[in-house]
């Protein structure tokens, strides 16, 4: 029996600020203060809160270190483990209040999240199957497996209104009910775990933080629709990932709840890891499915879907991660519990990315319904720096912007494909007013260019020809022609392409034509960036009123643009000027602007 436990993120983002070795440090402190046995340290997944990382949680005081370093460690341990003084100083601030230490879930980031798929997320050691076990887990499968049928699963699974959270949100029920009645002599279940979107990673921090559910969720979709096998598709670039998910599996048959007579029933499943390279286009089911086929990840033309004819020629059920997350809960609470989240169509609730210009950068789960300007002002802490809230990108590459005029739109499936945006697996790109959207455009087609896999001309021409328009049109070279030309080659790769990726590769460009055309006009016409992110496009200029005449930007100018004499304004030549900025950083007086 421990008197106090210390959580400690073990995250890729947290991992990466040293947090191992401030789990190493703590249990060398703990161990030299002769607390081993009062005191017991916890490595979990992603708490959420990434901007504050490393963190460190320690009950049952609930105390909310942020920011900590190894050199930290000394004091929390002889202070707060050993005395029962709370380093007050290293407590993250919203949790400090006049007399008391606030709740963690009394922050304006946590308290009104709704944590389904990351229940356990920063709560449990996923590297332990007891600690999932004692978290009811394990439990929704033997629910299933000793008291339902597989047609009273899938139908639960309907009644809940579980949408696919990986992007196209095809309801769970109906994906998993045209599957069942196909027969064949080996049926599979896939999950997608190749999570590509810049910005992204919610799937991961699920993979990293709470393997089991995932474990758990497909044997219940294995079970309902009569598949003894699964794969996990995970990119190689997750590694703590695709270790704590493998050492999952390894427990799970240890316990026998993996591989034959899964709780005396009779039922089979067993499953195992595919790693992918980091292909985007391997996020599309059939590529997915193709490259776990040892082949080239290239999408095929459906139908037949892979319900009738998937992985292996056979009946296939693919479902993303959060999608499998969501499933033990909806089993054990009730599909009326989790329908009473979100709003009509949109049930539940949904991990968002939080990230771009914005306070707290982070994992948030939220439920649908939520407006906006929840998220970014009140969960996401507001924009920093004084700057204007412009525009949040949502569905990444596939997916479009959400001007400052909608910030009160309500976050759900039908509401972003009405503004030409998509839910996609869940990041959210907040930019301010020092943003330029052609540019942003501009950068998920980069992305899109590089990552199409060549296999049909719309999308392996068309989107190198809208990057060509685009890099026109930010050099300053475009006209109105290009805009034009530019619309409608969008609409003609949407309705030529192959895949999913090729199919919404023009979304970003849509959007930002549909909201922000003036932007575009400006590039072409008065040839100038509103934001002033274009290079081709800027100039630097000294204002004579507030030149002081120190010499400072003269001095840093790489190419000796800057002319001027001591104590007298200072002039830039243009000509000369490559516009690299130094002088504005140098300028303590504000004199120098870009325009």
Not at 400 to 428: E, F, K, R, V
Not at 571 to 585: L, N, P, S
């Amino acid at each position: 029996m421990y008197r106090s436990h210390v959580l400690v993120c073990g995250g890729t983002g947290c991992t990466s600020s040293n947090s191992l070795k401030i789990i190493d440090k703590l249990e060398e402190e703990i161990a030299k203060q002769g607390l081993s046995e009062e005191v017991k340290v916890v490595r979990t997944g992603c708490f959420g809160l990434c901007a504050l990382g490393p963190i460190m949680v320690v009950y049952p005081e609930g105390a909310f270190y942020s920011r900590v370093t190894v050199e930290d460690i000394p004091e929390i341990v002889s202070e707060h483990l050993l005395k029962g003084r709370i380093v007050t100083r290293l407590l993250y601030d919203e949790t400090v209040g006049k007399d008391e230490i606030k709740s963690l879930n009394e922050t304006d980031f946590y308290k009104k999240q709704v944590r389904v798929a990351l229940r356990n997320c920063g709560v449990i050691d996923p590297e332990s199957i007891d600690e999932y076990i004692a978290q009811d887990g394990y439990q929704a499968l033997g629910k299933c497996l000793t008291e339902y049928t597989p047609e009273q699963v899938i139908q639960i699974i309907s009644d809940s209104g579980l949408r696919g959270r990986g992007g196209g949100g095809f309801p769970t029920g109906r994906k998993w009910a045209l599957c069942a009645p196909n027969k064949a002599p080996q049926k599979y279940v896939v999950c997608n775990a190749d999570e590509g979107d810049p910005g992204a990673f919610m799937d991961r921090s699920v993979l990293e933080g709470d393997p089991h559910c995932i474990v758990e969720a497909m044997a219940i979709a294995g079970y309902a629709i009569g598949a003894t096998k699964g794969f996990v598709y995970v990119r190689a670039e997750y590694p703590i990932a695709v270790k704590r998910l493998q050492i999952a599996i390894d427990e799970a048959r240890e316990y026998g709840l993996l591989g034959k007579d899964i709780f005396g029933s009779g039922f089979d499943f067993d499953m195992e890891i595919r790693l992918g390279a980091g292909a985007f286009v391997c996020g599309e089911e059939t590529a997915l499915m193709t490259s776990i086929e040892g082949n080239r990840g290239e999408p095929r033309p459906r139908p037949p879907y892979p319900a009738v004819k998937g992985l292996f020629g056979m009946p296939t059920v693919e479902n993303n991660v959060e999608t499998f997350a969501n499933v033990p809960q909806i089993i054990l609470r009730g599909a009326d519990w989790f329908a009473s989240m979100g709003t009509e169509k949109s049930k539940g609730t949904k991990v968002f990315a939080l990230g771009g210009k914005i306070k707290h950068t982070g994992l948030v789960e939220i439920p649908m319904g939520t407006t906006l300007r929840e998220i970014v002002e009140e969960i996401g802490g507001g924009i920093p720096n004084g700057k204007k809230f412009k525009a949040a990108q949502t569905g990444g590459p596939s997916g479009g912007c959400i001007p400052a005029s909608l910030i009160d739109t309500a976050i759900d499936y039908d509401n972003l494909i009405s503004l030409g945006c998509m839910m996609g697996s869940g990041g959210m790109i907040v930019m301010d007013e020092d943003t330029c959207m052609v540019d942003i455009a501009k950068f998920f087609l980069e992305f899109t260019v590089d990552e199409s896999c060549g296999k049909c001309t719309p999308c392996r021409v068309g989107t190198k020809r809208l990057l060509e328009k685009l890099e026109k049109i930010t050099s300053g070279n475009g006209t109105l022609q290009d805009i034009d030309d530019l619309e409608a080659l969008c609409h003609y790769i949407k309705e030529n392409s192959l895949c999913g990726l090729g199919q919404t590769a023009p979304n970003p460009v849509l959007s930002t034509l549909r909201f922000f055309r003036d932007e575009y006009v400006a590039h072409v016409t008065e040839k100038r960036c509103p934001a002033g992110v274009c290079k081709s496009l800027l100039s630097y200029q000294i204002v004579a009123e507030k030149c002081k005449g120190c010499t400072a930007c003269s001095r840093v100018c790489p190419v000796g643009a800057i002319s001027g004499t001591v104590k007298n304004p200072h002039v830039i030549d243009t000509a000369k000027c490559i516009k690299c900025g130094a002088c504005m950083e140098k300028c303590r007086f504000g004199a120098i602007v870009k325009r």
